[in-house]
């Protein structure tokens, strides 16, 4: 997973919330996620928000999503290929969170998608309860990277005493064998462009890529992200490494 930095929080979303929350709001005028879904100008806000903030990919397995607005597609009808997931699940969220931006990010696959995925939001299901909060480590938080590292495809605590990694790689199947070769597939991709292995200046090149769109990303550009960018960038930072100091022992005299 890689950290993703909210961005402010659509305005369609606020105007609606605002009544709602009002101690002397008026009946029927209830803030939950159902009654907001209702709302098709409301709901494509916060979808085009959490498609943007997170460069088109799933906030926890990192796999490509996307989204088509209606001018874009033959059919005149928006296409969202991602569902909206709730960090703190919808059965524990008080009055108003399951329609607060905060609780909410994009996530793979798309709703009624037909099976059901080993891994990822669907399988964390109504995970964590609030007494298993600090068990979580929610893409949200500014050190969830620094929780985690990639190799060979494979995700795992940076620290072995780490329990919240290790129970949030478990509860969300990130070592799924699946999701496993899809990184494994991603990251062979980028070191072996062409079938062929990377050369320095291309390998240097793409980090600058990777940093750059992370950075934009960040900052509220719309920007797709490299799918599993998150694993791919530490694999390359070794491949550079390995390369440059190939290059040294070559050109010593």
């Not at 938080?141 to 929780?147: E, G, S, V």
């Amino acid at each position: 997973m890689r950290t993703i930095r909210k961005q402010v929080v659509p305005n369609a979303l606020t105007q609606w919330r605002m009544p709602r929350l009002a101690a002397n709001r008026p009946g029927g005028m209830e803030c939950t996620y159902a009654e907001m879904r209702r709302e098709p100008d409301v709901l494509a806000a916060v979808e085009d928000g959490l498609f943007r903030e997170q460069g088109g990919i799933c906030a926890y397995t990192g796999q490509r999503i996307s989204l088509a607005t209606a001018s874009s597609t033959l059919s005149g009808q928006r296409a969202v290929d991602f569902h909206i997931e709730h960090l703190t699940p919808q059965a524990y969220c008080a009055y108003g969170q399951d329609a607060d931006y905060a609780n909410m990010v994009a996530c793979w696959p798309r709703p009624n998608c037909g099976f059901e995925p080993a891994y990822g939001a669907r399988k964390k299901g109504a995970w964590p309860s609030p007494q298993e909060q600090h068990r979580f480590v929610s893409p949200l938080r500014p050190d969830c990277a620094t929780h985690f590292f990639f190799k060979r495809g494979e995700i795992k605590p940076v620290r072995e005493s780490d329990n919240a990694a290790h129970e949030t790689i478990r509860r969300l199947g990130l070592n799924q064998a699946t999701l496993v070769d899809l990184r494994k597939a991603a990251i062979r991709g980028a070191l072996y462009p062409a079938a062929r292995p990377i050369q320095l200046a291309e390998a240097r090149k793409l980090l600058r890529r990777l940093q750059r769109d992370a950075a934009a990303v960040d900052s509220g550009e719309a920007i797709q992200l490299l799918p599993f960018c998150f694993a791919i960038q530490p694999e390359l930072e070794r491949k550079i490494r390995k390369l440059e100091a190939l290059r040294h022992r070559t050109t010593q005299p």
